[in-house]
């Protein structure tokens, strides 16, 4: 198979992955007050292990790892006062492609 043709199929296959965040503080706490994911990538729900102040977001990527034209897009959006650590649970793997 040409190289282009190769590219054009591996572009076509490819993961187009988005995940949009918004962190707020009111009374001491940040919470996630919005948020869209587009698949591969998912949020779980936020947990508090160092306290309401430090809000903690697992980020999920089920595919596990990124080919050739793998495309995701991560923004988060932090208000006034808001602290967040976003994560995976686990290391992530960049794969071999034609490209």
């Known amino acids: 198979m040409p190289a282009a043709a190769q590219r054009t199929v ?3 296959n490819a993961w ?3 995940l949009h965040l918004v962190f707020e503080c009111n009374e001491q706490a940040t919470r996630l007050s919005a948020s869209r ?3 591969p990538l998912a949020i779980q729900r936020p ?4 306290g309401a102040e430090l809000c903690h977001a697992l ?3 089920p595919p596990g790892g990124m080919v ?7 923004t988060l959006e932090l208000k006034a006062g808001a602290q ?3 994560t995976t649970p686990s ?3 960049w794969y071999r492609s034609a490209q």
């Open 10 to 12: 591996a572009q076509a």
């Open 16 to 18: 187009r992955g988005e």
């Open 37 to 39: 994911a587009r698949i």
């Open 47 to 50: 947990f508090y292990p160092e």
């Open 59 to 61: 980020m999920l990527h």
């Open 68 to 74: 050739g034209g793998d495309q995701l897009e991560i």
């Open 84 to 86: 967040a650590l976003l």
């Open 91 to 93: 290391a992530g793997k």
